[in-house]
Nanobody
Framework: QVQLVESGGGSVQSGGSLRLSCAAS????????MAWFRQAPGKEREGVAA???????TYVESVKGRFYISKDNGENTVYLQMNNLRPEDTAMYHCATGYLVASHLDPYEYDSWGQGTQVTVSS
């Protein structure tokens, strides 16, 4: 089992930036895919960005060119740099990990989840 702890959420105005971090501990391994999901009240959980063990990245269309996912393998940490934030980005953001992930933004591919960090963007 992998334990995940997110940090870096907060409240910003439209156009602002935030950087989320997610530290993984426990049974981490080189084949671990890591991803960020978000869920707004009354909406389904949405895959935002994912990174494979080889460093390949996938983004949902709505954040391309604004959000960037990266990882520090030595620290087992994944980051999400969020720029030019919009009110529609407001949500609880969760980090997730999984092995042998095929569909990188599908939440059912991931089996360990963090508690989440709230991001609120005001207009």
């Amino acid at each position: 089992q992998v334990q995940l702890v997110e940090s870096g959420g907060g409240s910003v105005q439209s156009g602002g930036s935030l950087r989320l971090s997610c530290a993984a501990s426990g049974h981490t391994g080189r084949a671990l895919s890591m991803a960020w999901f978000r869920q707004a009240p009354g909406k389904e959980r949405e895959g935002v960005a994912a990174i494979t063990p080889d460093g390949d990245k996938t983004y949902v269309e709505s954040v391309k060119g604004r959000f960037y996912i990266s990882k520090d393998n030595g620290e087992n940490t994944v980051y999400l740099q969020m720029n030019n934030l919009r009110p529609e980005d407001t949500a609880m953001y969760h980090c997730a990990t999984g092995y042998l992930v095929a569909s990188h933004l599908d939440p059912y591919e991931y089996d360990s989840w963090g508690q989440g960090t709230q991001v609120t963007v005001s207009s």
